[in-house]
């Protein structure tokens, strides 16, 4: 049965920008139309030397959600340019090329699809999405079989290219976190798995098998992987800095060729002599290993320093091109005409270049996207900070045993998880020793997935400090660490430093101390990327130590003190129910704490974005229900985009401990709450926050509602969110727990026709007249309890 998008087949035509008036006014008539669906690029200049940013003509669009397919056709410097569905965040694409056509395949983690452009005339294509689950990932096609990773469920997948039909396959090892897959000869597909040390065969015939070939050690973290025709099988392993060749089927003659220290080996691809080329992600350098008895290795570096090449491909001549990923630029390296480069900006500003590959025709397509959470338009939608989304969960670690995969596909888009310092520097020497494998693959894994990271550096080692969470005992060990791992991930915008400092056990009595430790790593920061975020360690901010507690009730007011000069960039606290009725005075549940928390930067002077990097409904043994959880999920974010806040993180994605139940409970079964979270992201991703809505509006001082500004065809729409704030919420009796009630309250809106949406995602449309009575208002049936309702006025 083929499964495809809702859109099923998409006939598109495709156009092209070119810089000079004869070509736009040559043979090929493009309509205003083919226009509207396509940006492309000028062509560029001399070929001889490394292309200049160009300025762009094209409308500005840096504010709109994107993903696109490219065309580059390296004659002329000219891009074609196929629009994807905007949140599929495309990570790989390759391309099957017969004696009719060429088909085009990537995939889409964002969506769970496998994508198919195929050509039906010079201008018109066809678009076709499979329905494949999952987060698919790696890539690799033939002219039957498409084959794909899954790194979020710890499978490979396989698509049946004449039916589409689709099978997906458990690896054996569990986390194993699949990364590069290739087809070699006898069909045998090859994959590299980073979390376990090995390589993964999948053999087809007579039926599916997987064989896992150890690699010799561990901490390799191996990641592209190159079948060849001789049927030896070409690997590098980034941690290590080797690229390896496995001889023999059986894995047992292996031959290692050093790339070099701190290298970071990282896709690779053959040319028609049969050499083996690949991308040195660290040192910025394209490598090309000549193999046979006399094996040698040439070193290319690329002009553009800090490009971090990482997909590879060559055409027919020779000509290599790679994926230039921090800048947005596809390179290309002429061997034979003596090691020039080329470099081609991609049309549209502030994109991941996910992937790319070369047809055999010498085109070479690419996919990027721009994963946004900000507003389309600054005047009627919030602009939220680029990259980061208001919708935050925390994770521990990474992997399908972790539930990364359940995490995508509920639109999650920013996570928040721990640096430990002491994993990357267990032990202090000179030259510094930075062992970056896990941390690495944890980041690479994020990233694949489209997703923006919130790093929080903590867990000192033991030789540069008495606490794991506290001072360290030399300020300088710690702004070499900060320094590295700032200038080793560009594209991580978020670093928040140490968890809840104002602890007794970590700066905690001490905010002076906490102080003169932002104020020493906040230029460290900057200098190694002015577009990185220092961001307050999340305070917890009560308990406090005079309550029997062991939080310092005074940290924050020492630390605005003596944080002279700028040390900080984003402010942060944490936020539990059970305390809030020491900050019901500022306001409901997390707008107090947050409007107390604003209230003590001005008073210091600070006009600081504030976020939250962990709330959530704690205590498993006494929270209530499922239910409650769920309920909980709605309340605490709506609130929080009516605080300003930037973002806010639920704690925990999944059981953390016995006391903070996760989003996702044992063996990664959702909870209520998890769907949940998933419709709050679909209804409230572009929502710009508009008012609270007054008892004179609700009827009631306990019916709690927010409205909003959505996007909608033709401009903006109204919606909004109601339920009933029970009393016993915020009344938490002495020792005990918040607990939930059953009181509903009428509802009337101004309105003729209006759908209302559940917390779980429920659709119902309702009517002026449903009540009986032509009014102008909708009455809805049964009221509104303590169960978060959405209000669509414009369905």
């Known amino acids: 049965m083929r499964l495809i998008s809702e859109s099923k087949i998409v006939q598109r035509r495709v156009g092209l920008y070119q810089s000079r008036m004869s070509r736009l006014l040559g043979a090929m008539f493009i309509s205003a139309a083919t226009l509207a669906l396509v940006w492309g690029v000028a062509r560029l200049g001399s070929a001889t030397a490394a292309y200049p940013h160009a300025a762009s003509s094209q409308p500005d669009i840096s504010l709109t959600p994107a993903a696109y397919l490219y065309r580059l056709d390296p004659g002329s410097g000219d891009f074609i340019t196929i629009p994807l569905p905007s949140n599929s965040s495309p990570a790989a694409v390759r391309v099957v090329s017969d004696s009719l056509r060429q088909q085009i395949w990537f995939s889409e983690p964002g969506l769970g699809r496998v994508g198919r452009v195929v050509f039906t005339s010079v201008l018109d294509y066809a678009l076709t999405e499979f329905i494949v689950g999952g987060n698919p990932v790696g890539l690799a096609a033939s002219e039957t079989d498409v084959w794909f990773t899954l790194p979020g469920q710890n499978q490979v997948g396989h698509l049946d290219v004449s039916s589409g ?43 599916v098998t997987i064989t896992e070939y150890f690699l010799p050690g561990s901490g390799l973290m191996p990641e592209g992987v190159l079948p060849v025709e001789d049927g030896s099988i070409w690997f590098a392993t980034s941690a290590t800095g080797y690229v390896w060749q496995l001889v023999s089927g059986t894995g047992s003659y292996l031959v290692a060729v050093p790339m070099g220290p701190n290298s970071y080996p990282y896709r690779l691809t053959s040319d028609e002599a049969n050499r083996i080329w690949v991308t040195l992600k660290d040192t910025n350098q394209l490598a090309m290993i000549v193999p046979g008895s006399l094996l040698y290795t040439v070193f290319y570096t690329i002009p553009t320093a800090n490009s971090q090449p990482t997909a590879i491909g060559v055409d027919p001549l020779g000509q290599v091109y790679f994926a230039e990923q921090s800048v947005g630029r596809i390179g290309q390296l002429a061997p034979i005409s003596g090691g020039v480069f080329i470099e081609y900006p991609l049309p549209c500003p502030d994109l991941t270049l996910a992937d790319l590959t070369v047809a055999g025709d010498g085109s070479v397509w690419a996919v990027a996207y721009r994963t946004v959470h900000q507003a389309h338009l600054p005047v009627v939608m919030r602009d939220y900070d680029a990259g980061l989304s208001p919708f935050a969960v925390q994770m521990y670690h990474y992997g399908p045993l972790n539930g990364w995969g359940q995490a995508i596909e509920a639109g999650v888009r920013s996570v928040r998880v721990p640096a430990a310092w002491a994993g990357v520097e267990p032990v202090n020497t000179t030259p510094d020793n930075y062992r970056w494998a896990g941390l690495d693959a944890a980041i690479q894994f994020a990233s694949d997935a489209g997703i923006q990271l919130i790093l929080t550096i903590d867990g000192n080692p033991s030789w540069a400090a008495a606490s794991a969470s506290g001072p360290v005992t030399n300020t300088a060990d710690l702004q070499e660490f900060v320094g590295a791992a700032v200038a080793r991930y560009p594209h991580i915008q978020y670093w928040e430093f140490y968890n809840e400092p104002d602890h007794r056990k970590a700066f905690g009595l001490n905010g002076d101390d906490y102080a003169a430790m932002l104020r020493s790593i906040y230029p460290v920061v900057k200098a190694a990327n002015p577009n990185a975020k220092v961001i307050m360690g999340g305070l917890a901010l009560d308990w406090f130590i005079e309550d029997g507690g062991p939080f310092d009730s005074h940290f924050l007011d020492d630390v605005l003190t003596h944080c002279a000069g700028p040390c900080f960039d984003l402010a942060n606290f944490h936020y539990y129910p059970w305390f809030r009725p020491i900050w019901e005075p500022y306001g409901r549940d997390i707008l107090g704490k947050a409007t107390f928390v604003s209230q003590k930067l001005a008073l210091h002077g600070y006009s600081r974005p504030i976020v939250n990097t962990e709330t959530g409904w704690p205590s498993g043994s006494s929270w209530g229900s499922p239910e409650l959880q769920a309920r909980y999920v709605p309340k605490t974010y709506i609130r929080s985009l009516a605080a300003g806040l930037l973002a806010v993180n639920w704690y925990a994605w999944l059981d953390s401990d016995t006391s903070n139940p996760g989003l996702l409970g044992p063996g990664l079964t959702p909870r209520p709450a998890y769907t949940v979270y998933q419709t709050l992201v679909t209804q409230m991703r572009f929502a710009h926050f508009v008012r609270a809505i007054p008892a004179a509006e609700t009827g009631s001082t306990y019916l709690e509602g927010y409205q909003f500004s959505i996007p909608n065809l033709g401009g903006q729409k109204r919606f909004d969110v109601y339920w009933y704030d029970c009393p016993s919420l915020y009344t938490v009796p002495a020792g005990g727990m918040p607990t ?36 102008g208002k909708v009455t809805l049936p049964g009221g509104v309890g303590s169960s978060p309702l959405y209000v669509d006025y414009a369905p």
Do not use: F
Request: proline content about 6%; some cysteine.
């Open 165 to 207: 039909a689709v099978a997906r396959y458990d690896l054996p090892s569990a986390q194993a976190d699949p990364a590069d897959i290739a087809i070699g000869p006898s069909d045998r597909v090859w994959v590299t798995e980073r979390a376990v040390d090995r390589l993964a065969m999948v053999v087809t015939s007579p039926t």
């Open 740 to 775: 939930d009630c059953s009181n509903v309250a009428p509802l009337h809106v101004n309105a003729s026709r209006v759908a209302i949406i559940d917390k779980m995602g429920n659709k119902t449309i309702l009517n002026d007249a449903d009540d009986g009575l032509a009014d």
